[in-house]
């Protein structure tokens, strides 16, 4: 067997894996962006009668403080999704701002999603395949201005709802049709994000748990830093 007619071979064998983890990928990157707060959804909660929702402009200005408080972020995560891609992969993440994070998986396959505010890499190593995209290209109808600091920019390009004015849990929509996601929900726990969940365009709904949270840490910018190993097949988009 040739070296080609092997790598042929080996990508067609983690092609359905990779494909799976890829859709998921990409309907998180927007949200990624975000999220320097990797801003996070807490389990449905039971409403009770005495239970009252915050107006809009109150909503946006607690989330805006929220994440404010978020310059950096590291965590371990657990993401599953149901639909018609489902699966639960886990690995580590980094948040920094103004834009820069890194997303890695490493269970039951490896991928490398970085972004450093001008350019996005995702390198699936099964595949030994690296895309490149622009980052701006992805910004406009993405989360990315909840990192503006302004909440009246956020609240012209998302609906943003507190079902429950005293509990720290937000829910998102987009107001632009194109948008990768349906809505956004975001929780926080003693000012740290603990979940999120992500109801996408595709009918999925991706939760994401998060562990061993260290807020505001020193992260070297290597972290948001990529170069595509030898031999890596590299796609610009």
């Not at 994440?67 to 993440?93: I, P, V």
């Not at 099964?126 to 490149?132: S, Y």
């Amino acid at each position: 067997m040739t070296v080609l007619t092997k790598k042929l071979t080996k990508k067609t064998l983690t092609k359905k894996t990779t494909l799976k983890q890829k859709l998921m990928g990409g309907a998180l990157t927007g949200v990624l962006m975000t999220s320097l707060g990797v801003a996070a959804p807490m389990v449905a909660l039971t409403q009770t009668a005495t239970a009252a929702p915050a107006d809009n402009l109150t909503a946006a200005k607690r989330l805006n403080k929220l994440l404010s408080n978020t310059k950096s972020m590291t965590a371990n995560f657990s993401q599953t999704t149901k639909g018609a891609n489902s699966g639960t992969f886990s690995g580590t993440m980094s948040v920094q701002r103004p834009n820069n994070f890194r997303w890695e998986t490493k269970s039951p396959s490896e991928q490398l999603i970085v972004a450093n505010g001008s350019s996005m890499w995702i390198y699936d190593k099964d595949l030994e395949q690296a895309t490149k995209q622009n980052v701006d290209s992805q910004v406009g109808n993405t989360p990315a201005l909840l990192l503006s600091g302004d909440p009246s920019k956020i609240d012209k390009n998302f609906k943003i709802t507190q079902p429950y004015a005293n509990k720290n849990y937000y829910v998102l929509y987009p107001k632009s049709d194109s948008a990768s996601f349906k809505s956004l929900s975001m929780s926080f726990s003693g000012g740290k994000p603990v979940m999120m969940v992500l109801n996408d365009t595709l009918g999925q709904t991706t939760t994401i748990k998060f562990s061993g949270i260290k807020m505001n840490p020193s992260i070297n910018s290597s972290q948001f830093k990529f170069t595509p190993p030898k031999g890596v097949d590299i796609i610009n988009q």
